[in-house]
């Protein structure tokens, strides 16, 4: 089947001077990668070899490649993106770190536009450095849902071994987030999430659910009221619409309980109303995932780290999750795709017979 074929994995080297170049050196160094996929770095092998010299990694080779569809599958490959000129600065927040970051992930969703490669992975960016009259998005979310979405809306989902976790906004500033938030974006949020656990996860007839914006979900209203006059009405609209969807639950009393562990999804309303509780609870393991879009994307779920860049202390692990968490998006959503995508023909029962159902004949 098409679907075990080797998956071309593209992954940009983010922020030079954070710590993308040595989670993504010890996330390849183990060879056994390149029976899983076929990994693409878009970046430079001269930065690659300057990080590589603080880390005990074993024997690998990056196979240097001008272009992705000469990527050898049993190489890990990488794409000079980058200048010789570019400076390396680890630790600190440099324009030209940020134009390189950029670079990377322009050349790489060209490619994965084109067909080129078949999923993204992005190291960390600092989005103060790569912003610029190419980059006037709060992240990689945002950029991608106008490169490659195709008229579609991404979300953000922080997943992890049985917990995944969904966000109604992204990026806005706290002050705004009453402002944003509205039934009908509640509504919608919650249906692409049901649709994303069924065909990026796998998981069918999935429970989700919705946490509250207030302290003590509002307390009928003493505190506040969007519980009763945005999240409920949605929760319901959902319900409607034959999504398992619960809530709204007070986030603090649902994640300290352990309730989460009940739902194969849960909706936070803001950023860190769902990332705070998430990376405490993932710990190294966690993966971004973009939803939504028709490219598959994720990115390990920290940042640049810039206070122990360059001394080889980054831990790969969540690198690695993230690559393997590309590959299993990707497979589920061809196996979804080609089970859905001949349903069985409606067939006309005899009723009171014994005899097989026949299709009904044209007239």
Same mark, same amino acid.
């Given at each position: ?43 430079? !092998? ?21 272009? !992705?569809?000469? !990527? ?22 440099? !324009? ?268």
């Amino acid at each position: 089947m098409e679907q075990d074929k080797k998956i071309r994995v593209g992954i940009t080297h983010g922020d030079v001077n954070g710590i993308g170049y040595e989670v993504l050196l010890k996330a390849l160094g183990d060879t056994r990668i390149t029976e899983l996929c076929t990994p693409v770095i878009y970046g430079s !092998a001269k930065i690659a070899a300057f990080y590589r010299k603080g880390i005990e990694l074993p024997d690998f080779k990056l196979f240097q490649i001008d272009s !992705a569809d000469r !990527a050898a599958a049993d190489q890990v490959n990488i794409i000079n993106v980058v200048g010789e000129d570019c400076k390396v600065e680890p630790g600190q927040a440099t !324009a030209s770190a940020g134009k390189a970051a950029l670079t990377a992930l322009e050349r790489a969703t060209a490619d994965l536009r084109e067909g080129l490669i078949d999923v993204l992975v992005t190291a960390p960016i600092n989005k103060q450095t790569i912003h610029s009259e190419e980059f006037d998005f709060p992240g990689h979310t945002e950029y991608l849902q106008e490169k490659v979405g195709e008229g579609q809306t991404a979300m953000m989902i922080m997943c992890a071994e049985g917990l995944r976790v969904a966000l109604v906004t992204i990026h806005e500033p706290v002050g705004k987030i009453t402002e944003v938030l509205n039934s009908k974006l509640v509504t919608d949020r919650i249906i692409a999430l049901n649709r994303s656990l069924v065909e990026d996860f796998g998981i069918h007839g999935p429970r989700i659910a919705v946490l509250a914006l207030n302290p003590h979900a509002g307390d009928a209203g003493v505190i506040g009221s969007e519980e009763t006059d945005i999240i409920s009405p949605a929760i319901a609209e959902a319900s409607k619409r034959k999504v398992l969807a619960f809530g709204p639950y007070p986030a603090d009393g649902f994640f300290g309980s352990g309730a989460y562990k009940k739902f194969d999804g849960i909706l936070a309303m803001y950023h860190d109303q769902g990332l705070i509780p998430f990376k405490l609870l993932a710990s190294e393991n966690g993966v971004n995932f973009t939803a939504g879009l028709p490219y598959v994307r994720t990115s390990p779920d920290h940042g640049t780290a810039y206070d122990i860049a360059g001394q080889g202390k980054a831990d790969g692990q969540s690198m690695r999750e993230a690559i393997y968490a590309a590959i299993d998006i990707y497979r589920n959503r061809r196996r979804e795709a080609e089970a859905t995508a001949n349903p069985l023909r409606r067939q006309n029962y005899d009723k009171g017979s014994d005899k097989l159902p026949v299709e009904k004949e044209k007239a």
